[in-house]
């Protein structure tokens, strides 16, 4: 035990004195003059607590209502102006944190309080005794200081300052006091020389650190990223027994037939899907403008290479649409060209004009209803409906327009099992649908990221429950016959560019990853 100025000493913990022998006695130092306040470090700590009571008090007033209260109190408190106090309780109001700072009073350099004059006494005699190790010790036991600062104060006091000074001069404390809505008060970052954190179960020690997230982050990149890449370059079979059987996927793969594949009938560039009522699928072919047939079960049939009419230039298949009894529809250049699907074989070659005009209008969209009609869209949104006998049934010019007020440029066709027409207009990202007799119903989608709503509008199609399905590249959409929107699903690692359904309701499209899938999907 180090010599002590006096025949007692009274712990500072717990407040019990106990006698010093005659042989640790020193001479004792001149008793401080009582000023009848109490120290600086209990008077700061008095007043540190009595402000996290109020703080606490400044959330009761602003739950209970009484918001001018509050901010009343808190500009008493904080310091804050009006605005600040009033930008803070709404931020609690609402369950966001608020973080306010308390700098700590320099109040207390005016005092000098007897513990600090006892330790001081203490260090000195021990620093006297080359004992600076001891007092280096003594000083972060009483004072709750690090190493270093420690050795920081002992050297001051050395040099001449008291310990009050010594103390001052290196508190670069700075208590902040974090308010949240379900937990009144948390001291976040609290250190004090001085005083140690307060211990009210209201309150809790919290540490501000980025390293710890950081590594958390890191540590996700190295276990996720391998798992992302293994994904995207998996072998196929792998790949293929996900698609199927994947319970987290709305849409499992059955059929898969790969572009460029030694099955594929020499597909190169898929975009166009259209079924017969035979259960034979239809693909065309951009690049080279061929057709292709397939069974039910994605297996090779036949092909054949379609032929613009003279003189004019192959630009591509633009659409195609099926009977049920087998007859394939192309549009090529000016002309719709019918062949038998079965055998390749071309039947059929016809142009088609707008009544009451002359001008061969360029078909743009095919398809084939159940009512054994044939519905073409030209010149960007006019639809013409011709029966078997390729005499027209109806005619509507400027079909999306008519809803939207905006040109369409862009649309595509489908009919349900009544005969009702949905007419997809890309360039206005919206369905519009029209009544077999050609009366407009009603409108539905519009651009945007939000549920029902589309970025780019690529292909249309019906089941046969008549739930309408959009293609987008944020995914499929299913609507309601009424338009409502119902959900979005995405189809494996791909974009639908046309889509047509089976007779068991199945979805075929021909994809973004040169592909044509079926699909099944769980029942509405």
Known sequence: MPPQPSATVECRRCHNIAAVPETLRTTALPKPRQTGKTSASRTESSVRLRNIERLAEVMSLAESGQVREAVDLLCAISGMNLREASLAVEKMLAGESVALTFKSSNQRAAHKPADLTLLEAEIRSLAADENEDEAITRLQQMLAVGT??????????????????????????????????????????????????????????????????FLYFAASLLVLL??????????KPLRRFLEKYNPFSYAHVLVSIEASSNDSGDLEDPRAVALDGQGYVYVADHDDSRIVRFDQNGNFQNKWTVRPAPNEVDLGIKSMAAAPDGRVFVALGSEIIVYDGLMGKELQRFRVTLPGKDQIANPNQLYYNFQKNLGIVTGGENVLVFDEKQQSVLTIENAVSQATKITELDTHLTFDRPGNLYL????????????????????????????????????????????????????????????HFIL????????????AFDTDGDLWAATSDKRVIEVSLPAP
């Open 148 to 213: 270093s600062e420690a050795r920081t104060i002992l050297k001051r006091v050395l040099e001449g300052e008291n310990l009050q000074e010594a103390l001052i001069a290196t508190d670069q404390e700075a208590a902040r006091y974090v308010l949240h809505s379900t937990e009144k008060v948390k001291i976040d970052d609290y250190h004090s020389p001085l005083e140690p954190a307060p211990q009210n179960p209201l309150f809790r020690l919290r540490r501000r650190s980025f390293v710890r997230p």
């Open 226 to 235: 391998p798992i992302a890449l293994y994904i995207l370059t998996m072998p």
């Open 424 to 483: 997809l207009g890309a360039f206005n990202e919206t369905v519009v649908k029209y009544t077999p007799d050609g009366r407009l119903l009603s409108r539905f989608g519009s651009k945007g990221n939000e549920p029902g709503q589309f970025v780019s509008a690529l292909a249309i199609a019906v089941a046969p429950d008549g739930r309408i399905f959009v293609s987008d590249y944020l995914g499929v959409n299913i609507f309601t016959p009424d338009g």
């Open 488 to 499: 979005r699903f995405d189809l494996p690692y791909s974009t639908a560019f046309s889509m």
